[in-house]
């Protein structure tokens, strides 16, 4: 019962979902009639099929867990009529599925032990779910072709838009970095840098400061030559 009430509750929300989209593209085709170059419609427009491209995303992957589940389903009921002594072939285990008759798949085993019974029960089991996913998909299949139709005619536009986008975003990155650099150098240019210049190699007597080191700091304007001296304000600190 959990099985089927949880793709009835999926089924109950895709319907939902589907019925807004369409109500949106109803009133954005009426709009358009009347305000064409309207910036919002254009906007909406572009949400409407976002939104389209992606519940039908979901949507195919739904189906896709239903298909691998119906698959698991299917190898469980072999690998249980292999241990009744009964092998058959993926094909032939489709036509019996086909049929939708539980007694086809029990024909032949002998119900004396409990083993026997367990097994029984749950290729019953199984087959119940294979066709209530399979009755799933059938109810489903009409509300996805439409929507993944709407959306195999808008996926022009929206890769286009998404190009556009993509690409703006690149740009504003990239001249951010460019200003961030741009900044940096500017901070680097303007900040006080300390040189320390030692004179030991210099003999004392000869050593104007007599041997003591200077600490050089400069304060370089960036919008003037830097090999011009004017440009460069200087303060000496001398110590022992």
């Known amino acids: 019962m959990e099985l089927e009430d949880l793709m009835s509750d999926i089924k109950k929300t895709a319907n939902k979902v589907r019925a807004k989209l369409k109500v949106i593209e109803q009133n954005i085709e009426q709009e358009e009639h009347t305000n064409k170059s309207s910036a919002d419609l254009r906007i909406r427009k572009t949400q409407h099929s976002t939104l389209s491209r992606k519940f039908v995303e979901v949507m195919s992957e739904y189906n896709r867990t239903q298909t691998d589940y119906r698959e698991r389903c299917k190898g469980r009921i072999q690998r249980q009529l292999e241990i009744t002594g ?3 072939t993926n094909d032939e285990l489709e ?5 939708g008759n539980p007694a086809v798949f029990t024909q032949g085993i002998i119900m004396e032990t409990q083993q026997a ?10 087959h ?5 996913l399979e009755n799933s998909i059938r109810e489903l299949h009409d509300m996805f072709m439409d929507m993944a139709m709407l959306v195999e005619s808008q996926g022009e536009m929206i890769d286009r838009i998404e190009y556009h986008v993509e690409h703006a975003v690149d740009y504003v990155q990239t001249a951010t970095q460019d200003t961030k650099k741009a900044l940096k150098y500017q901070s680097k240019a303007r ?7 030692g004179f030991s190699n210099i003999p004392k007597n000869e050593n104007p400061l007599n041997n003591v080191d200077v600490i050089l700091f400069t304060e370089i304007d960036p919008d003037r030559n830097l090999l011009d001296d004017s440009s460069h304000h200087f303060d000496y600190y001398f110590g022992t």
């Open 86 to 88: 009964r092998t058959t």
């Open 128 to 132: 119940a779910d294979i066709i209530k």
């Open 95 to 99: 036509e019996m599925l086909e049929q």
């Open 117 to 126: 019974k367990q097994t029984l029960a749950d290729i019953e089991a199984r």
């Open 191 to 197: 900040r006080v840098s300390p040189v320390k210049i």
